[in-house]
């Protein structure tokens, strides 16, 4: 089998990231269990586990917490996917990355400060 060229591996990287951001979790967890790496980036440097988290797929989310995404990768913005998960106030998804062990001062703006300025502080420890 031949590896894959940069643009065939450009597609498979953004179905990954469609997926993700569809809360499609059987059809994304295949491509991992067929050795995609977990926290492959997309040109935005964001993971699957990024874009899940940022669209309130809290199964999606778990789901990849589940089989070892990295909760602290940050995107080519230096955004984290608990900060993301404040900014678009997905309260589920949130405390599954804090019960996952997320850093809440990695990033900008950190976690800390994305619920200080979203008022939903109440949801860090």
Not at 8 to 24: C, K
Not at 76 to 102: C, I, W, Y
């Amino acid at each position: 089998m031949q590896p894959l060229s940069e643009e065939q591996t450009g597609r498979l990287v953004a179905i990954v990231m469609d997926l993700a951001r569809e809360g499609r979790s059987e059809e994304l967890l295949e491509f991992f269990d067929h050795g995609l790496s977990l926290d492959v980036q997309d040109p935005g440097g964001n993971t699957a586990l990024m874009l899940a988290a940022y669209h309130g797929q809290a199964e999606t989310v778990r789901a990849l917490i589940g089989r070892g995404a990295d909760v602290d990768l940050r995107n080519g913005r230096d955004q984290s996917p608990v900060a993301g998960a404040l900014f678009k106030g997905e309260d589920a998804v949130v405390k599954d990355l804090v019960a996952a062990g997320a850093d809440l001062d990695a990033g900008t703006p950190s976690a800390r400060a994305a619920a200080e300025m979203f008022g939903r502080t109440a949801l860090l420890p």
